[in-house]
């Protein structure tokens, strides 16, 4: 992906066509990326609402249920706190990043191992391979199409790994690490995350239960699993929730990454001079952080989170807004290398050799399938507090940036500016 952009970096000024598409695919990519760190935000604050309600007594204790309101003031803070950490030196992003890493993998480590040791009933091998909940409030009752939304989360879980392309400014041998750090994450998150979404599955019985708002964690699936597990050994739900808790500072450093990924990517985007007010975004300060942009991430991140007050419905949208945008801005690129540039494209120091083109089309076909999957309706019958706004959302997106670009944009940008030499 990075070198395929560099391809499209290169072309003449006067290739109008292929700049409109990279500016597209760059608004896709940064909108993206700004609803996924609100998405990652807004549902850490669920969670710790979750959290909350379960340490106080549980829903059917008297345990405190937040309203929206506190909830939207939860993600603010956790905004706050990112975009704080985000003003630090490279550093400190280093060391914060590394401690990530480390608990995210002690982490799943002990859920998947823990969970299901400590639950007093676990689900056979074969419920947790072939079952599919028919039995829904969504009214889905086709286990084909159960399939396809399930997909929705992993391909959620699978986004942003590019964060390693956009901390390539600041870091050494980009060529090749850059390459390397974002197969390793997918190839962590396939091994690690499959384990541990195993390991919580073969705790899994009653699914119905576990959805119904009437359960103590008010119809928070993940958090009653944990906390069911712990009170039907022994009595109370501490275990559940201190297990809670270690998945909320996983959510925190991920939306922590997230944040890092974004305002690097509006740094580079203002300073090729594509967005409004291109040169206070991409200033750097003394310990050479993009400031301003960071702060400007967090802000677009607290403003996206405004429909929750309104609808839960359109604000769950977000998740697959930030999924299929940031997934069309990938394809796009790939696109390029392998239709318009297979006999021209020099390849990097790292690369796929004879294997690129097959992978690169793979790659487009599959993001074409998503797009389309992730626009089908989530629940029926389709009403206005049911409706998938995605389509929607992404539609607006691309109709927006291309009007700006025939009214404006066409006139002045000249393409992204390139540190690389030749």
Not at 24 to 29: A, E
Not at 77 to 90: E, F, K, P, R, T
Not at 275 to 303: D, G, Q, R, T
Not at 364 to 392: E, M, Q, R
Request: proline share 4%; hydrophobic share 50%.
């Amino acid at each position: 992906m990075i070198a395929a952009i560099t391809y499209i970096a290169k072309l003449p000024s006067g290739t109008r066509g292929f700049l409109t598409i990279n500016t597209i695919l760059n608004w896709f990519n940064i909108v993206g990326q700004w609803a996924g760190t609100a998405s990652i935000d807004f549902s850490l604050a669920q969670l710790i609402q979750v959290i909350v309600l379960l340490s106080t007594g549980g829903n059917n204790g008297g345990g405190y249920l937040a309203s929206k309101y506190v909830v939207y003031a939860f993600h603010a803070v956790i905004l706050l706190s990112h975009a704080i950490i985000n003003s630090l030196s490279i550093t400190w992003l280093s060391f914060f990043g590394q401690f990530a890493a480390l608990w995210n993998m002690l982490g799943v480590f002990v859920l998947m191992i823990a969970i299901p040791v400590v639950a007093t009933e676990r689900a056979s091998a074969k419920f947790v391979f072939t079952h599919f909940n028919t039995d829904n409030s969504a009214r889905i009752h086709s286990n084909l199409y159960i399939f396809v939304l399930g997909l929705l989360m992993s391909q959620y879980t699978l986004s942003g790994y590019d964060a390693s392309a956009h901390m390539t400014e600041e870091t050494k041998n980009a060529d090749r690490n850059g390459p390397i750090g974002i197969i390793s994450a997918i190839g962590i998150s396939l091994i690690v995350g499959w384990g541990y979404i195993l390991g919580i599955t073969f705790a899994v019985k009653d699914i119905p239960y576990l959805l119904s708002p009437d359960n103590d964690a008010g119809g928070y699936a993940i958090a009653e699993v944990f906390y069911l597990a712990f009170k039907s050994r022994y009595g109370n739900g501490v275990g559940g929730i201190i297990c809670l808790w270690i998945v909320a500072i996983a959510i925190y450093f991920c939306g922590m990454g997230s944040m890092t990924s974004n305002s690097r990517m509006t740094y580079a985007f203002s300073r090729d001079g594509a967005m409004p007010f291109s040169s206070l975004w991409h200033k750097v300060n003394k310990l050479e952080v993009p400031i301003n942009a960071v702060w400007l991430s967090a802000f677009i991140s607290l403003c996206m989170a405004l429909p929750s007050l309104g609808s839960l419905v359109a604000f769950q949208a977000m998740a697959s807004v930030a999924t299929t945008a940031v997934y069309i801005a990938y394809a796009l690129p790939i696109l390029f290398r392998v239709m318009l540039a297979h006999k021209s494209f020099v390849p990097g120091p790292f690369n796929l050799g004879r294997y690129s083109v097959l992978v690169g089309w793979i790659a487009v076909l599959w993001v074409a399938t998503i797009t389309v999957l992730f626009s089908l309706p989530v629940s029926y019958p389709v009403t206005k507090d049911t409706l998938n706004y995605t389509p929607v959302a992404v539609g607006g997106l691309f109709t927006f940036v291309l009007l700006s670009w025939i009214v404006s944009a066409r006139h002045w940008f000249k393409g992204p500016i390139t540190n690389l030499g030749g």
